[in-house]
């Protein structure tokens, strides 16, 4: 069945870096778009960026373009997002997740169970 | 800055029908916003019910059905169970970027 493991969150100082991997298995990986998806405590999901199923394509919310960056390695069925210039209201449990169909981008369909990040001196 | 609306709150009797809705602030919603719905009880992920207006994953009840309606996207739910009792979301798609909505209470009672 289609699997997605979160890794890589944690405690980090505002300004600071940090990478977050998305490990993918149940499933043709490289036939499928990936998303993240994050939410604040208390908040509903904010849709953060999107990779398209080759890597060649990629789409950012607003509130992160130009400091996160995501990227896949279809050899290890792996997603990245490297988050650069952190700050306190990138707080959130981060998800990935599978598009609902292969190679289209027709939403999240399938989600992992979320990594946690807390951005905070 | 692009918003996507939904109800904050919303009650329905078990066994009863409601309909969520989801507009966007750049106009009527068509299918070219695929429009997707999600289910969120706490401490879990989002799970997804609804992609693409209308069709439905494998694990989607059939009592839940996804729609447009007035401009919006529209969920229905028919005979509501307790169970379904939970936050409901939307997202639309806008060329490349999603938005999500604010979320939709759904109370049981």
């Known amino acids: 069945q289609v699997q997605l493991v979160e890794s890589g969150g944690g405690v980090v100082q505002p300004g600071r870096s940090l990478r977050l991997s998305c490990a993918a298995s149940?499933?043709?990986?490289?036939?499928?778009?990936i998303h993240w998806v994050r939410q604040s405590p208390g908040k509903g999901p904010e849709w953060v960026a999107v990779?398209?199923?080759?890597?060649?394509?990629?789409y950012y919310a607003d509130s992160v373009k130009g400091r996160f960056t995501i990227s896949r390695d279809n050899s290890k069925n792996t997603v990245y997002l490297q988050m650069n210039s952190l700050r306190p209201e990138d707080t959130a449990v981060y998800y990935c997740a599978r598009d609902s169909v292969d190679i289209l981008e027709l939403g999240p369909g399938y989600w992992g169970q979320g990594t946690l990040v807390t951005v905070s001196s | 800055q692009t918003v996507v609306t939904q109800e904050p709150s919303l009650t329905v009797s078990p066994g009863g029908t409601v309909t969520l809705t989801c507009a966007s602030s750049t106009g009527a919603v068509n299918s070219g916003y695929y429009p997707n719905w999600f289910q969120q009880k706490p401490g879990e992920p989002p799970r997804a019910l609804i992609y693409s207006t209308t069709i439905k994953h494998y694990w989607t009840p059939a009592r839940f059905s996804g729609s447009l309606l007035g401009g919006k996207a529209a969920l229905t739910l028919s005979g509501v169970q307790p169970e379904d009792e939970a936050d409901y979301y939307c997202l639309l798609y806008y060329g490349g970027t999603w938005a999500f909505g604010g979320g939709t209470k759904l109370t049981v009672l």
């Open positions: 149940g499933f043709i990986f490289s036939s499928n778009a």
């Open positions: 990779t398209s199923y080759g890597g060649t394509k990629a």
